[in-house]
């Protein structure tokens, strides 16, 4: 009998035995990345350093870091789409741009793949005004000042002062100097913290900042405030969401609300790594998987790019531009050559142009006064209906057609040819102009458009040999039809590009001494 008991507990053993061994837990190491920083041009890939390199000509106190994430490129955007509205666009955005899980809130649909793959690429934005949203935002009192952040808020409902009870005592403040406060406390840009404080609430202020407010369930918030909409989740009563968040924490004026706000900001994303407005929008910022992708402050994927735009400008009307700012921007692993803007339009045809100009607005007639169809985006790519189908304001417009099939028109200026895959497209007619790249000769120009019955005069009538380089103001006569030549930059129309032509219309698009015709 003992000994029919001791075979039982051994069997009995030896079953546990395996189940242990079966249902060990087995550990399997998170996916790790190894981060590094280095600041100079030559740190970036070379699909960077040719834009890197035109900025660096442009504003020689400026330095660019570069932050390798480590990450694989294919990875970033798996885990990006992973979940439905982490990343979305305005919900009448091009049909394009919007996925086809047809989830909506509160105005947002979500992104599709290919527009998400544009708006993350970061070499998509390394121009004057895009490269903003790598912009380190952290606070520098020389050169981030009360009087630009008075240029921000100028137009808003933030233009005015405002009393408010604080430690027992009346206290009477311009919303500019809470806002300049909160920069000191946070160690976070003021511009930042004014844009996003704009870019959260509009330039009318909303219900958020309202001081009442009649929730849908009717509850009233009287003396809530909350400038960053933390909390203010879609589910339900946004606004109330919000409000409730601002009870809960006690903030009962706006300088407690845009003080504390921006603290709790700038720990949760600026303190902690995430220093630029690319960073809050796409979290890369972490060694393990665990780290990423999660915390990012919002969904629209346009964010970054607008909120560049607002920093460039405040910067350009304070006229510190050339101040020493640093731009971190992030490099993945294994990058594809591009990511251009989502179209339906085959780029190789000749009558395919893509948009120069950022919110460039499609107009019912070719006229500014005429009434805005939509605004299009910078490189969206358009079929050309009729160059010169129109002659107002001093431009000259074209009949476009977008990929959705709307049909409108846009100034000529704003319009380049897409590449064509012909990779030697030098030269092209726009109704009475012949267009063409600068540094090229007489013979190259005639080879381009292959055309062998021509001639070419200077401006003043002398007629110019084949191996002549062309300049703006030239007439090139084609079978008996004059154009006249315009050589892009050649503002000065002297046959060279030179640093003359380049601050001409830098200046121009700074507004400060236009070009004439």
Not at 160 to 181: A, D, Q, R
Not at 434 to 461: Q, W
Request: proline share 3%; charged share 15%.
């Amino acid at each position: 009998m003992k000994l029919h008991r001791k075979k039982i507990l051994i069997l009995i053993f030896c079953v546990i035995l395996i189940i242990q061994i079966i249902y060990i837990p087995h550990s399997v190491k998170a996916s790790t990345y190894t981060q590094t920083t280095k600041t100079g041009i030559s740190n970036f890939p070379a699909s960077y350093q040719a834009k890197l390199n035109e900025l660096k000509s442009l504003y020689p106190n400026w330095t660019f870091t570069a932050f390798n994430t480590g990450i694989n490129w294919d990875e970033f955007i798996r885990e990006e789409t992973s979940l439905h509205l982490r990343n979305t666009v305005i919900k009448s955005s091009n049909a394009l741009w919007l996925d086809s899980c047809g989830q909506v809130a509160s105005g947002y649909a979500c992104a599709s793949t290919s527009i998400l793959k544009y708006y993350s690429d970061p070499r998509n934005f390394l121009n004057e005004s895009g490269i903003f949203q790598f912009l380190e935002m952290t606070y520098n009192s020389n050169s981030q000042t009360e009087a630009g952040v008075k240029g921000i808020i100028a137009s808003t409902f933030m233009n005015t002062t405002v009393t408010f009870n604080l430690n027992g005592k009346e206290c009477t403040m311009p919303y500019s100097g809470i806002i300049m406060e909160a920069a000191k406390q946070s160690k976070m840009s003021p511009y930042s913290i004014a844009i996003k404080i704009i870019q959260e609430v509009g330039r009318n202020g909303s219900a958020s900042v309202s001081g009442h407010y009649v929730a849908k369930n009717g509850t009233v918030y009287d003396n809530y405030y909350n400038f960053f909409n933390y909390g203010a989740y879609d589910t339900g009563d946004a606004i109330a969401n919000g409000l409730e968040y601002a009870k809960a924490n006690g903030w009962t004026n706006q300088y407690i609300s845009i003080i504390e706000g921006a603290k709790k900001m700038a720990n949760s994303y600026t303190n902690a790594g995430q220093n630029t407005a690319y960073f809050y929008k796409w979290d890369v910022v972490g060694t393990e998987l665990s780290q990423l992708f999660k915390h990012q402050y919002m969904t629209n994927i346009q964010d970054p790019s607008s909120q560049a735009k607002n920093l460039f400008n405040t910067y350009a009307k304070n006229n510190l531009l050339s101040s020493s700012l640093n731009f971190i921007i992030p490099v993945y692993n294994n990058m594809p050559a591009s990511n251009n803007l989502p179209t339906t339009i085959d780029t190789t045809l000749p009558n395919s142009y893509y948009l120069t100009g950022s919110d460039v607005r499609l107009r019912q007639a070719p006229t500014t006064s005429s009434s805005i169809l939509g605004t299009l985006k910078k490189n969206e790519v358009v079929t050309v209906l009729e160059f010169n189908a129109g002659t107002a304001n001093n431009l000259q417009w074209a009949k476009v057609q977008l990929s959705n099939g709307n049909v409108g028109y846009i100034a000529n200026k704003y319009l380049a040819p897409c590449n064509n895959g012909a990779g030697n497209k030098i030269a092209k007619i726009e109704g009475k102009n012949l267009v063409a790249i600068p540094g090229k000769t007489i013979a190259e120009i005639a080879s381009s458009l292959s055309v062998t019955n021509y001639s070419v005069r200077a401006g003043d009538l002398r007629p110019l040999e084949s191996n002549y380089p062309l300049t703006t103001g030239d007439k090139f006569t084609i079978n008996g039809t004059e154009y006249e030549v315009v050589v892009l930059g050649d503002i000065y129309a002297d046959r060279v590009i030179d640093a003359r032509d380049y601050m001409k219309i830098k200046n121009h698009i700074m507004g400060i001494s236009a070009i004439t015709m």
